[in-house]
């Protein structure tokens, strides 16, 4: 009969679960601290991008709007908008899912090819960081998605109250912006209306354009254009300098040598 106190490795076999189950606990500890986090993080960001593209516009014209006071759930369900159908907290628990599975699969294999912890934490790191890598894309894309959503119901209020004003998409000037990003530069909408890329996407603006190849990484900007007043200087992401306002068609002829 197998003593199991003194089997080395069912000894093993016992240290290898508690630390599954530590690690597995100590990470659902920090995901629900991250995603409360986060939303607090989105909803600052929502809040601060509605004030700063309200007093651009109180500032172009001359004049001090009745300022709409921000409700906090209002906010909150704004952020929380789904992506691809999927909310932030459900990316989030997807994501935990797939390290806990990660750890699992990682110690399991370790333990059945006879692995030291040295050997096996290793592994767990490289596979790790592929799910940390998902959550820092969560929150890019979500933040992205919090501070232009903010800019597009400031202009929506902005055209409640009167003001004659356009939502402008703005891509980003460098190589990294993607073609249909680039296509839509400069398109005009009004406040409520939805962007139409030539490549089949449309939305309201940055973030939301209805498909995850068009929302993620998206590093593009809704810009509000009053009527009667035209941008004279962007800023160029190579030279990270401000150049006098062109498209992104004009300055790629000249940059990129299109």
Request: a positive charge; hydrophobic letters at 35%; one cysteine or more.
């Amino acid at each position: 009969m197998v003593d199991l106190l003194n089997d080395g490795r069912w000894s093993n076999a016992y240290r290898l679960i508690l630390l599954e189950t530590q690690i597995i606990r100590e990470l659902n500890r920090l995901g629900v601290e991250n995603v409360r986090a986060m939303r607090e993080t989105f909803v600052e960001m929502y809040m601060e991008s509605f004030g700063r593209s309200w007093y651009a516009i109180e500032q172009e014209l001359k004049v001090q709007l009745d300022f709409y006071r921000l409700d906090r759930e209002a906010v909150e369900r704004a952020i929380d908008m789904p992506i691809q159908g999927v909310r932030l907290d459900g990316r989030m628990r997807r994501n935990h899912a797939h390290i806990h599975q990660t750890i699992r699969d990682e110690i399991a294999r370790g333990y059945a090819l006879g692995k030291d912890y040295v050997y096996m934490a290793k592994k767990l790191a490289e596979r790790l960081e592929v799910g940390m890598n998902q959550a820092l894309l969560i929150a890019q894309t979500q933040g992205h998605l919090a501070t232009q959503r903010a800019r597009l119901d400031s202009y929506k209020r902005a055209a409640e109250v009167g003001v004659e004003m356009w939502n402008v998409w703005d891509a980003t000037l460098d190589r990294r912006t993607r073609p249909s990003h680039r296509a839509l530069d400069g398109q005009r909408v009004r406040p409520g209306e939805n962007f139409r890329s030539p490549y089949g996407a449309s939305g309201p603006g940055p973030g939301q354009m209805g498909s995850a190849k068009e929302n993620i990484r998206c590093r593009c900007s809704v810009r509000g254009e009053l009527e009667g007043f035209s941008p004279t200087a962007r800023r160029d992401n190579v030279t990270r300098e401000f150049i006098p306002f062109q498209s992104y068609e004009q300055w790629a002829k000249v940059r990129l040598e299109i």
